[in-house]
């Protein structure tokens, strides 16, 4: 396995808004074709019941629904329960998906269940819950003056609490674990920011720092059509006020892209810019990769899942 996991080095890498912003027109012209095949959005949207659907799935995991105290509306997520879960005689850490794509759908990552399961079966990780939620109409953002909207607030406000009142869980931050792709990977490091109590183990991965520098330079429009409020929460002003923060709780961070992915280079640019701010963390860059979560994880997978695994076992309770 091809692996490569260092600190960057400031002096081999140059920050610039024009590197970002041409990363960013990129994953929007992708965004875009891709959005026009997208189906419309529900809070709950299941894989179809066929074999085909689910034939990739391990068969510990599934689907359920809560209702959402902010909405009053059912919202869907699936699960994976690691083996021996049934048997109700230990809790176990929690890692938290976040798909990529939008609008939002608890479909869209879980075949990444798969993964988990073999590492698990292998004795790679140590039995671990694995959480794929539904990201939204606009997937972990807030977008009030829609209906429903809550993208973020129901994952952090509800979903966690709801996984931790529901499954037999650590309930504590050290045995939290969030990741994401793609745009999943925007929303994991503006919450990792923005909600440091809740995890302590966050991976984003392949995210689109560029438009979210677009974002932070441009009165919170990543497109004329497209606003982002309240104007600061962003990934880049988010990291910002994270490292001025006098007592924050620390993060365990690792960032990790695709080297042939069209965010590869503003993740290098974003790393270089936590570097100035005393942020510390890793950089996994998996060789020859593009944008896809699943081939990141076809590669380097097990880092990711070893990445949450070191932080879990510093914290296991005896």
Known sequence: MNRVLSALRLGTLTFGIIGCTAVGFAQDAKATKAAKAEAPFAWVSPLANTGKARQALPPTVKHATFRSPSMGVAVGYYIYLPPGYAEGRERYPVVYHLHGGRPGGEGKSVRLADYVHAAVKAG????????????????????????????????????????????????????????????????????????????????????????????????????????????????????????????????????????????????????????????????LAIADVAHTATGSYDKNGDDIMRHHQRTFDAHRPK
């Not at 140590?126 to 003056?145: A, H, L």
């Not at 499954?167 to 490091?189: D, F, K």
Request: hydrophobic letters at 35%; one cysteine or more.
């Open 124 to 283: 790679k990780i140590k039995p671990t819950i694995y959480v794929f939620p539904n990201g939204g109409p606009v997937s972990w953002y807030d977008m009030p003056d829609q209906k429903h909207g809550l993208g973020e607030t129901v994952f952090v406000k509800e979903v966690v609490s709801h996984v931790d009142a529901t499954y037999l869980t650590w309930g504590t931050r050290e045995g939290r674990a969030l990741e994401g792709y793609s745009q999943g990977g925007r929303g994991t490091t503006r919450i990792m920011f923005k909600y440091p109590e809740l995890f302590l183990s966050v991976a984003p991965g392949g995210s689109g720092y560029g438009p979210e520098k677009r974002i932070q330079e441009s009165d919170g429009y990543e497109s004329p059509t497209l606003r982002f409020l309240p104007v600061g929460t962003n990934t880049w002003d988010l990291a910002k006020a994270y490292a001025a923060r006098p007592a924050q709780p620390a993060l365990s961070i690792l960032i990790w892209d695709g080297t042939k992915c069209f965010n590869y280079e503003s993740n290098l640019q974003f790393s270089a810019y936590l570097k100035t701010l005393g942020v510390a963390h890793e950089f």
